[in-house]
């Protein structure tokens, strides 16, 4: 059984912010979210990962519920160049390789 | 840093001809693993090594498929004898385990005709 639910697609206007849910209601205490995006014939890239705070970095905020059941990531002021599948990927630590499902495809609209 | 360097980018070969891929990992980062990814079952994580040992290599699909970490700057994943249903982009990627963020390399896209 997947860990997560994602959308499989999403479309938001260039220049808005970009929120991208996920579901992962049967994470446990020592498990990590993770965010990477790939975009079309590169390899992942890794953008952002939290464990129950919510986090931010240059590239995308993190924010993590209370119950740590969902998560969203957020793309504050979206561009054409973040059209990508996004995953999202619950994992305790990543020393045993990351499961990477099938994401949401984001599709930014000029 | 130049990242994660995957040679060759492109590669075309007959059904039966082994094929070698190549990853240089990033200096420093202790973790490798390569991916394959196709259309049908999306990326699979097919073997990773810590400090050049393989840990688990239960993604491999076969026997045909051989991975190798010679020392801390290269690995190869081979496939021999290859076949058409091979065919898909392979990914190496590497990390150090105190920074969880994987790095990726561009991908080797292997065709088997």
């Known amino acids: 059984d997947a860990k997560t639910t994602q959308p499989p697609s999403m479309d938001c206007a260039e220049g808005r912010a970009a929120n991208l849910p996920c579901n992962h209601s049967?994470?446990?205490?020592?498990?990590?979210v993770y965010w990477y995006r790939q975009i079309h014939s590169q390899g992942p890239q890794y953008i952002i990962h939290?464990?129950?705070n919510n986090e931010t970095n240059e590239m995308a905020s993190l924010i993590i519920t209370e119950d740590r059941k969902s998560s969203t990531l957020i793309l504050p002021h979206a561009t054409l160049r973040d059209t990508a599948v996004y995953y999202c990927?619950?994992?305790?630590?990543?020393?045993?390789?990351?499961?990477f499902g099938k994401g949401t495809h984001l599709i930014i609209q000029p | 840093d130049a990242g994660v360097i995957q040679s060759p980018r492109h590669e075309v070969t007959e059904m039966g001809q082994e094929v070698t891929l190549r990853c240089k990992p990033i200096?420093?980062?202790?973790?490798l693993f390569w991916y394959r990814q196709t259309m049908m079952r999306g990326l699979e994580l097919l073997i990773y090594?810590?400090?050049?040992?393989?840990?688990?290599d239960s993604g491999m699909p076969e026997d045909r498929f051989s991975a190798k970490m010679p020392n801390a700057s290269f690995s190869t994943l081979k496939i021999q004898p290859s076949e058409p249903r091979d065919s898909a982009v392979y990914f190496c990627?590497?990390?150090?385990?105190?920074?969880?963020?994987?790095?990726f390399g561009s991908g080797t896209r292997l065709t088997v005709v």
């Open positions: 990627a590497s990390s150090f385990i105190g920074y969880y963020g994987y790095t």
């Open positions: 049967t994470i446990s205490g020592n498990e990590y």
């Open positions: 939290g464990l129950k």
């Open positions: 990927i619950v994992e305790g630590g990543g020393a045993d390789g990351l499961t």
């Open positions: 200096s420093g980062h202790d973790y």
């Open positions: 090594f810590n400090n050049n040992v393989p840990i688990d």
